[in-house]
């Protein structure tokens, strides 16, 4: 290795060559992921526990079983991170929350449980909003995480320290939840790849729940083949999950080699072109990445979708009533103990009508049925993610509101997959991306089609410059 | 929304929440009331008028017992 390959940046597939060929060892990787959080996490806050001894354990019982030919799957050996909302066994599981902070579960949630069985090393849990939805708070048990392209602004959220810790190299993948966003939003303003699979496609059981219908699990990674690797971990039927789908599970990674030549990309450019808040950047990004995979083979159709403000009102009246109902109790007696903006963002629910939910759950339908139409007749949908590079913390107001600015909810309402990918940066140097839609249960399409622009965009080549921030 | 409609909206709200009994810190009130609003123009937005056939996305069909779901 030399001297311009530092660890953190062997992709999975890299770093699986190399512990299979004896030629790297999971404990080394364990220690130098160890080394770089103790390095540059107090600049960023991504994570909110070190699993330390775990990690190390973890390392040294993958390194045995390699060793002695046992081979558990692409992640075997491999350091990552939880979301601090996946339920991990004796290991604390705050939700970021005060109300949770001595939380220590019994048990692994399936997709913990998933990446613990395929050899995985756990490196610690990560900085979220407030039970997944709150926004960048300070008045929390922990302090938000922070964008490592610049720690004075945002690094989206839910899955905050998810997308930090990734783009930040602390560790190669981290998983998040997307329940409106939460992991392409993040994935968008921290410059990485992020993927809401389809619903149902990774069990939901042992996360805990911000909105039922509308939560997705699913990985934040440098890399659409880190991504997918992952997803060949932790996706399956889960009995005990009642939104898991009984469907066979594919190579993810099988199609990543072959190009978009022939695929059929939707282009909805009036769904996003003059929304409220869209950065010019982030129009000529989308519209660079269109025309790139059109040089590569893709018939690109330009095409209409229903006003984005009925899929997001539709969106988030069902996600304050699922939150609310979550929360109601907590929500209504022990309120001062949320922060302020999970508590302002969650305890609107009360003012539902039976009859709104019900009008939402009827207007999904019909936005499903949009959308499955669209893609009868095409591969995916190519649109925007974040609308604008990520703020500064100092821009946020104090107080919460339920409008964020991304084009992320429609794909929690109708469920198909979605995968966020970088397009570049502005030019206050802050990542901007976009996203490709697919058909249910076709990742492995979405996917193809996210490597194969990070092919000819090279994003990936960039990282941030901590150690001179940190130096500066 | 208007000034009058705001504080029908924060009437109902005091209302409701007196009902089941939440209580509610006083210096989150005003930022709470203003995401209310928010809900309540998105809302409207979902009232559409539909065909009394036009069922909402979570109706669901059972299997015999035994069945593979």
């Given at each position: 290795?030399?001297?311009?390959?530092?660890?953190?940046?062997?992709?999975?597939?890299?770093?699986?060559?190399?512990?299979?060929?004896?030629?790297?060892?999971?404990?080394?990787?364990?220690?130098?992921?160890?080394?770089?959080?103790?390095?540059?996490?107090?600049?960023?806050?991504?994570?909110?526990?070190?699993?330390?001894?775990?990690?190390?354990?973890?390392?040294?019982?993958?390194?045995?079983?390699?060793?002695?030919?046992?081979?558990?799957?692409?992640?075997?050996?491999?350091?990552?991170?939880?979301?601090?909302?996946?339920?991990?066994?004796?290991?604390?599981?705050?939700?970021?929350?005060?109300?949770?902070?001595?939380?220590?579960?019994?048990?692994?949630?399936?997709?913990?449980?998933?990446?613990?069985?395929?050899?995985?090393?756990?490196?610690?849990?990560?900085?979220?909003?407030?039970?997944?939805?709150?926004?960048?708070?300070?008045?929390?048990?922990?302090?938000?995480?922070?964008?490592?392209?610049n720690p004075d602004h945002f690094p989206g959220g839910s899955s905050s320290g998810s997308a930090a810790a990734v783009a930040s190299g602390?560790?190669?993948?981290?998983?998040?939840?997307?329940?409106?966003?939460?992991?392409?939003?993040?994935?968008?303003?921290?410059?990485?790849?992020?993927?809401?699979?389809?619903?149902?496609?990774?069990?939901?059981?042992?996360?805990?729940?911000?909105?039922?219908?509308?939560?997705?699990?699913?990985?934040?990674?440098?890399?659409?083949?880190?991504?997918?690797?992952?997803?060949?971990?932790?996706?399956?039927?889960?009995?005990?999950?009642?939104?898991?789908?009984?469907?066979?599970?594919?190579?993810?990674?099988?199609?990543?080699?072959?190009?978009?030549?022939?695929?059929?990309?939707?282009?909805?450019?009036?769904?996003?072109?003059?929304?409220?808040?869209?950065?010019?950047?982030?129009?000529?990004?989308?519209?660079?990445?269109?025309?790139?995979?059109?040089?590569?083979?893709?018939?690109?159709?330009?095409?209409?979708?229903?006003?984005?403000?009925?899929?997001?009102?539709?969106?988030?009246?069902?996600?304050?009533?699922?939150?609310?109902?979550?929360?109601?109790?907590?929500?209504?007696?022990?309120?001062?103990?949320?922060?302020?903006?999970?508590?302002?963002?969650?305890?609107?629910?009360?003012?539902?009508?039976?009859?709104?939910?019900?009008?939402?759950?009827?207007?999904?339908?019909?936005?499903?049925?949009?959308?499955?139409?669209v893609l009868e007749t095409r591969d995916v949908i190519v649109t925007v993610n974040a609308l604008a590079p990520a703020l500064r913390f100092?821009?946020?107001?104090?107080?919460?509101?339920?409008?964020?600015?991304?084009?992320?909810?429609?794909?929690?309402?109708?469920?198909?997959?979605?995968?966020?990918?970088?397009?570049?940066?502005?030019?206050?140097?802050?990542?901007?991306?976009?996203?490709?839609?697919?058909?249910?249960?076709?990742?492995?399409?979405?996917?193809?089609?996210?490597?194969?622009?990070?092919?000819?965009?090279?994003?990936?080549?960039?990282?941030?410059?901590?150690?001179?921030?940190?130096?500066? | 929304?208007?000034?009058?409609?705001?504080?029908?909206?924060?009437?109902?709200?005091?209302?409701?929440?007196?009902?089941?009994?939440?209580?509610?810190?006083?210096?989150?009130?005003?930022?709470?009331?203003?995401?209310?609003?928010?809900?309540?123009?998105?809302?409207?937005?979902?009232?559409?008028?539909?065909?009394?056939?036009?069922?909402?996305?979570?109706?669901?069909?059972?299997?015999?017992?035994?069945?593979?779901?």
């Amino acid at each position: 290795m030399s001297a311009k390959e530092p660890l953190h940046e062997l992709s999975i597939a890299e770093a699986g060559a190399r512990l299979r060929a004896g030629t790297l060892t999971s404990t080394a990787l364990t220690r130098h992921a160890l080394d770089r959080i103790a390095a540059l996490d107090p600049l960023l806050n991504a994570f909110l526990l070190v699993t330390r001894e775990r990690a190390l354990a973890d390392a040294d019982r993958a390194d045995r079983e390699l060793k002695a030919g046992v081979d558990k799957g692409p992640l075997h050996g491999i350091p990552h991170a939880l979301k601090d909302i996946y339920e991990t066994a004796g290991i604390r599981t705050t939700c970021h929350s005060k109300l949770m902070v001595d939380h220590v579960p019994q048990a692994d949630g399936t997709a913990a449980a998933k990446l613990a069985a395929g050899g995985a090393v756990l490196l610690g849990k990560l900085a979220t909003h407030e039970f997944a939805i709150g926004g960048p708070s300070f008045d929390l048990p922990f302090p938000p995480a922070r964008n490592p392209w610049n720690p004075d602004h945002f690094p989206g959220g839910s899955s905050s320290g998810s997308a930090a810790a990734v783009a930040s190299g602390m560790v190669r993948m981290a998983m998040g939840s997307d329940t409106g966003g939460s992991i392409r939003s993040p994935a968008a303003y921290c410059g990485i790849v992020g993927l809401k699979p389809t619903y149902g496609r990774v069990s939901r059981r042992g996360v805990f729940p911000l909105s039922y219908t509308l939560d997705h699990c699913g990985p934040l990674a440098w890399s659409v083949e880190d991504a997918a690797l992952t997803m060949q971990v932790i996706a399956g039927h889960d009995p005990l999950d009642p939104a898991s789908a009984d469907v066979p599970v594919p190579d993810f990674s099988a199609e990543l080699d072959r190009g978009v030549g022939g695929l059929k990309l939707a282009y909805p450019r009036s769904f996003f072109i003059s929304v409220d808040g869209i950065s010019p950047e982030v129009i000529a990004g989308v519209d660079r990445a269109v025309q790139d995979l059109a040089r590569l083979g893709a018939k690109v159709e330009e095409i209409t979708l229903p006003d984005f403000e009925l899929f997001n009102a539709c969106g988030r009246v069902i996600l304050t009533a699922e939150a609310y109902a979550v929360h109601e109790e907590n929500l209504n007696k022990r309120g001062a103990d949320y922060g302020r903006l999970a508590y302002q963002r969650m305890m609107p629910g009360a003012i539902l009508s039976a009859a709104d939910l019900i009008q939402a759950l009827r207007m999904r339908r019909e936005l499903y049925a949009a959308i499955a139409r669209v893609l009868e007749t095409r591969d995916v949908i190519v649109t925007v993610n974040a609308l604008a590079p990520a703020l500064r913390f100092d821009a946020f107001p104090p107080d919460g509101t339920l409008r964020t600015p991304g084009h992320t909810i429609p794909f929690n309402l109708t469920g198909h997959p979605a995968l966020a990918v970088p397009t570049g940066f502005a030019k206050n140097g802050l990542p901007i991306g976009f996203q490709i839609v697919g058909r249910p249960f076709e990742e492995p399409t979405v996917l193809r089609i996210g490597a194969a622009y990070e092919s000819v965009a090279q994003w990936t080549t960039k990282r941030p410059q901590l150690e001179l921030k940190m130096a500066g | 929304m208007s000034t009058e409609e705001r504080r029908a909206l924060e009437a109902e709200f005091d209302a409701l929440t007196a009902r089941i009994g939440a209580i509610v810190p006083a210096d989150r009130k005003a930022g709470l009331i203003n995401c209310c609003e928010e809900l309540r123009r998105m809302t409207a937005l979902v009232h559409g008028p539909r065909s009394p056939a036009v069922e909402p996305a979570n109706v669901y069909s059972l299997k015999p017992t035994g069945a593979r779901s």
